[in-house]
């Protein structure tokens, strides 16, 4: 798994259990409502500034998860999407990435196929044995909890960008 770690040049994950804590909150006029983890954002933005690219693969649409991608530079959104595998092939082609250099974060049973198609898969806590036991890794922390945050952390610690980034950002030594 640290090995994979340090190849990964592309991070997809899915959104609902992954980003958020997977409840979706509807207003009396149908809008669908989400709540991110800015810890999550914070550690986007660290990744994009490491030369990381990002895609969010989920199977859902909602104008909240695009307004966060567009403020966070989410290369690759793909939404209202039944079947992952085709998605992450898609944006692959698109990246020129290979499998071994993309890691994939999921939750659900939905994203199985995808552990099984990229180089590195990752589970966050909060996922479902079953899918816990097909992922690679499997976060401490709970999907919309910092989940995405503690991969982008330990990626960058492994292929020795974490520091060079923090500097960089915040102008502070570590």
């Known amino acids: 798994m640290w090995q994979q770690a340090r190849n990964v040049r592309l991070l997809a994950m899915d959104i609902d259990g992954v980003l958020t804590d997977g409840r979706i909150w509807l207003d009396l ?10 810890h999550d954002g914070q550690g986007i933005a660290m990744a994009h500034r490491a030369g990381l690219r990002t895609a969010w693969i989920s199977g859902r649409a909602s104008a909240a998860v695009r307004r966060r991608a567009t403020e966070l530079g989410v290369t690759w959104v793909y939404e209202n999407v039944k079947a992952k595998v085709p998605a992450i092939r898609d944006i692959m082609q698109q990246s020129q990435e290979p499998a071994s250099a993309v890691a994939y974060i999921g939750d659900d049973l939905i994203d199985v ?39 982008i952390d330990l990626i960058l610690r492994l292929q020795g960008r974490w520091d060079a980034v923090v500097q960089e950002l915040f102008g502070t030594d570590w």
Not at 117 to 123: M, Y
């Open 29 to 38: 006029q149908g809008n669908e409502l989400k709540t991110f983890h800015v």
């Open 113 to 151: 196929p995808v552990f099984h198609t990229v180089g590195l898969s990752i589970a966050v806590a909060s996922a479902p044995p079953d899918v816990r036991a097909q992922a690679a890794w499997v976060t401490r922390s709970a999907g919309g909890a910092g989940a995405v945050r503690e991969v």
